[in-house]
């Protein structure tokens, strides 16, 4: 009986899952994604929406892949903050308001959670609470 108890307390024999984020894909991916909203983001200050809507579609596959992960690294996170809200404002722009809140609740929701907290994870959640007010405010004239 004492054997019995004794074996049921060993390890599972199941591995631990890999890291992901320590693999060269994701560190790869995530200077491509960054790298696709540098561009999205001066292509759409510079008035060419359509050149800004395509990198945002080319972008949204890898920002599925990182933020999929277990843990996804500061650096993805902000990477795929920056492709949804820069998608976000392209919506508001359009009058899209209810489509650029749910944009911006997703970044309100990945900062809201977010650990460790820092200066810039708190400045990234004001930045989409602000940005919901304006879709609400937007929605309500």
Known sequence: MAAVFLASCG????????????????????RQLD??????????QNGQFDAAAALIEKGEPLEKKLV???????EAAEAASDLDDLYGR???????????????????????HWSPESAETKKRYAQAAAEIDQCDREMTK
Request: charged share 20%.
């Open 11 to 30: 390890p599972s024999g199941t591995p631990a899952p890999a890291d992901e984020t320590r693999e060269p894909w994701y560190a790869d991916a995530t």
């Open 35 to 44: 790298a696709i909203d540098r561009q999205a983001q001066s292509d759409f």
């Open 68 to 74: 999929s992960v277990a843990h996804p690294t500061l």
């Open 90 to 112: 392209m919506l508001l722009k359009n009058h899209h308001y209810g489509w650029a809140r749910l944009m911006f609740q997703k970044n309100l929701s990945r900062w809201k």
